[in-house]
C-alpha cells in the first residue's frame, strides 16, 4: 500500500504553502514494505520510516482541514490516496494538464526546499517540487 512520507502544498494564488513529514510504525510493516522503505530511505529522501514530526494517523485530520475546493496533484497514486481521505474535493492529476516529468521541471535551484533536504539533495524534497510544479502550473495555465 502507497504511504505518503513527506507531504507538501502551495497555493497557487497566495504562495502559502506547508509541509510535513510524517513518521510511520515500523510495526505496520510486512517484509516486502520494509524492503521498499529501506531502499526509498537509502536511494531516495533518506527520510527512515520512523523520521517525522507528524503521526501518520494525523494525515486524514490534515487533508480535511485544508480549505481548497481543488487540489492538483501529480500522479494518479497519490490522486487515489488522497481520494480516500477527502473524496469531496475536486483532485486533479496535473500530469493530465500536460505537467512534465518532475525531472524536466525541478532544474530551478532558487526554488526553497525543507530544512531537512538541504544537507541532501534538495530535488528530492516535495517542497521544492511543490513549487518547481507551481511555477510550471503558473507558466501554463
Not at 23 to 46: A, G, V
Not at 56 to 77: D, W
Not at 99 to 121: A, G, K, S, V, W
Request: charged fraction near 30%; aromatic fraction near 12%; glycine fraction near 2%.
Amino acid at each position: 500500500k502507497y504511504m505518503i512520507k513527506e507531504m507538501s502544498i502551495v497555493d497557487t494564488e497566495t504562495w502559502s504553502t506547508q509541509h510535513w513529514i510524517f513518521k510511520h510504525s515500523k510495526s505496520m510493516e510486512d517484509n516486502k514494505s520494509r524492503k521498499t522503505n529501506k531502499w526509498l530511505e537509502r536511494n531516495y529522501h533518506q527520510l527512515a520510516i520512523e523520521f517525522g514530526d507528524i503521526e501518520y494517523e494525523e494525515l486524514g485530520r490534515i487533508l480535511n482541514s485544508l480549505k481548497f475546493r481543488c487540489i492538483y496533484v501529480k500522479g494518479e497514486q497519490k490522486k487515489q490516496v488522497l481520494m480516500e481521505y477527502i473524496p469531496h474535493v475536486a483532485l486533479i492529476n496535473i500530469e493530465d494538464l500536460g505537467c512534465p516529468r518532475l525531472d524536466q521541471i525541478c532544474d530551478d535551484e532558487t526554488l526553497p526546499c525543507c530544512i531537512f533536504h538541504m544537507e541532501f539533495n534538495p530535488k528530492q524534497c516535495t517542497f521544492y517540487k511543490v513549487f518547481a510544479i507551481r511555477k510550471w502550473f503558473v507558466n501554463n495555465s
